[in-house]
């Protein structure tokens, strides 16, 4: 079963027409209807993701991030969106620009250095000794692009949860140790690890660390 919870951004419309779901069945909103989901969500506070950042121009934009995005938006032609080669105009297609200034998402999304503006912009990756509670053994902040610092994050987390098996001596029997362990079972001592996710193949240094630190 697929679960998919209310938006927070009503009313939506497709087609210049305002819907709304009643139950199982969808139905377009009359008038009354319409006027009052929007009178509704003009006196509900402001989202952070949409607050303006004053200060925060087109040249605080990682440039490699801007250029993948606009990549991964011609590959996907979803968005309904001519995709200009233009970075400010790219980013007031993506309604990142509000009242002519950047908001927080355009941020988020494509800082080279997200904490200048905000130091909660990060993401802290954290190894312990065991598979309990206890010491940590590896600590790693990633901050960057939102997208590309998903992938390094998918990237830490898989390294730190590579594996190594064998097959007990004597007993038909397979033994996997994640690597938080500690415990090397084969007797090369090697813990195997996964390759790594990443959206263009290339990660960064803070990515290309943690491979290192886990090995």
């Not at 993701?49 to 606009?70: H, K, N, T, Y």
């Not at 908001?103 to 200048?116: G, H, Q």
Request: glycine share 8%.
């Amino acid at each position: 079963m697929i679960d998919v919870p209310q938006g927070a951004d009503k009313p939506y419309s497709l087609r210049r027409s305002i819907y709304v779901r009643v139950g199982q069945s969808t139905f377009k909103a009359d008038p009354a209807t319409a006027a009052e989901m929007v009178e509704v969500q003009a006196t509900l506070p402001g989202r952070w993701e949409q607050d303006a950042v004053p200060g925060f121009v087109i040249s605080d934009c990682d440039g490699r991030e801007l250029m993948e995005a606009r990549n991964e938006l011609k590959r996907i032609g979803r968005l309904g969106i001519d995709v200009t080669e233009d970075d400010e105009e790219l980013l007031r297609r993506l309604r990142l620009v509000r009242n002519g200034q950047y908001i927080n998402a355009a941020v988020l999304l494509f800082a080279s250095d997200p904490l200048t503006w905000s130091p909660n912009l990060a993401v802290r990756v954290v190894s312990y000794a065991s598979d309990k509670f206890g010491p940590i053994s590896n600590d790693l902040l990633l901050s960057g692009p939102g997208v590309r610092v998903l992938y390094e994050v998918i990237t830490a987390i898989q390294q730190r949860t590579g594996f190594s098996g064998q097959f007990v001596s004597g007993k038909i029997q397979h033994r996997d140790v994640p690597a938080y362990s500690g415990q090397n079972p084969d007797k090369s001592g090697q813990i195997r690890t996964r390759t790594p996710v990443t959206r263009s193949r290339r990660y960064s240094k803070a990515a290309r660390n943690a491979n290192s630190q886990a090995k």
